[in-house]
């Protein structure tokens, strides 16, 4: 059976462009993704990085919803902790209300940045434990069932925003089986536990109000080009930018400084992290995304577009909605 297909978009600001030019890029990549037919497009919390523009993961869904018309729009995710369940509530249930029947809310407990950043944000490094409650607070929240007496979301009362599980561990997919909630596995940058928490989350799965029986979202990466040579030069430009997210913030380096972190041991074991990448030609990318999403037991691919530039993630999701189409 062909998978869902759908986008995650970090809203990625290019070397030598404003936040303003990456923006504009982010609704360009929703505005050809709904005319390719994929299901929707999640935008990730991640703070303090100057090449990710996805930090307010609700204000961008906003403005992405207004220039589009049909296709699902969410955070992938929300890093929950990070905020108070009630306001979450009242943001989502914003965006529920004026875009009816196109919100979703994935979840996270991750803090998306560094320890310093987690301090500005002032979130406690205990706040994570909580995570399993804070859930199931929003949850009522938008239920209309609220579990603080007296206490609503307005807007959010009753929009029943689905909520999903996102996790790169067993926890996650525990905790999404046990609240009968689908779950998205980040295999497109942890991918280590993909089979072993799909498994637990499939056997250990309990129905509730929202859903039947479980569903799994996998996450891909995807370099999707016209030809051979066009893959092999993006996959290495997405390789030096792995290299640069990764390290502290304010520092850079050249091409040459990052080429010989990736030949290093270290670099190995970040490129593991890529592990899950389709790169190539639409016959290429086609097979290998058939191929993992039956190896990933997923019912639907979120698929992270690796190259730098807006008119090469465009054209990326066109090939790669073409390759699934059969």
């Not at 990070?82 to 209300?97: C, D, F, V």
């Not at 525990?174 to 089979?195: I, N, R, T």
């Amino acid at each position: 059976m062909t998978p869902v297909l759908s986008l995650l978009d970090l809203a990625v600001v290019g070397r030598e462009q404003t936040v303003q030019e990456g923006l504009a890029g982010t609704v360009a990549l929703a505005q050809a993704a709904e005319r390719c037919g994929y299901e929707r497009v999640w935008y990730a919390e991640h703070h303090n990085n100057p090449s990710i523009a996805s930090s307010a993961t609700s204000v961008l869904i906003a403005h992405v919803a207004a220039h589009t018309k049909r296709i699902r729009l969410g955070a992938g995710g929300v890093m929950l902790p990070n905020h108070a369940p009630l306001i979450i509530a009242e943001q989502y249930g914003t965006l529920a209300s004026l875009h009816p029947g196109r919100i979703d809310l994935g979840l996270g407990r991750a803090p998306g940045t560094d320890p310093t950043t987690m301090r500005a944000l002032r979130r406690d490094a205990r706040s994570a434990e909580s995570f399993p409650d804070d859930v199931a607070e929003l949850g009522a929240y938008l239920r209309g069932e609220s579990l603080l007496p007296g206490v609503n979301a307005y807007p959010g009362k009753g929009t029943d925003v689905p909520l999903y599980i996102l996790g790169s561990s067993l926890f996650g997919a525990k905790l999404a089986a046990a609240m009968g909630l689908p779950y998205a596995f980040a295999s497109h940058f942890a991918p280590a536990a993909l089979e072993d928490a799909v498994a637990a989350y499939r056997s250990e799965f309990r129905p509730s109000e929202q859903l039947a029986e479980p569903y799994v979202i996998a996450g891909v990466g995807a370099i999707a080009t016209d030809t051979g040579e066009e893959a092999a030069a993006q996959l290495l430009t997405a390789q030096r930018r792995r290299v640069q997210l990764l390290l502290p913030p304010g520092r850079t380096l050249t091409d040459e400084e990052a080429d010989a972190v990736l030949a290093s041991p270290h670099g190995r074991q970040m490129m593991d992290m890529m592990r899950y990448t389709a790169v190539g030609t639409r016959e290429e990318v086609g097979t290998y995304l058939t191929e993992f999403a039956e190896h990933a037991r997923a019912d639907e691919l979120i698929i992270a577009l690796h190259a730098d530039q807006v008119e090469q993630r465009v054209r990326a999701a066109e090939i790669i909605a073409e390759a699934m189409a059969g």
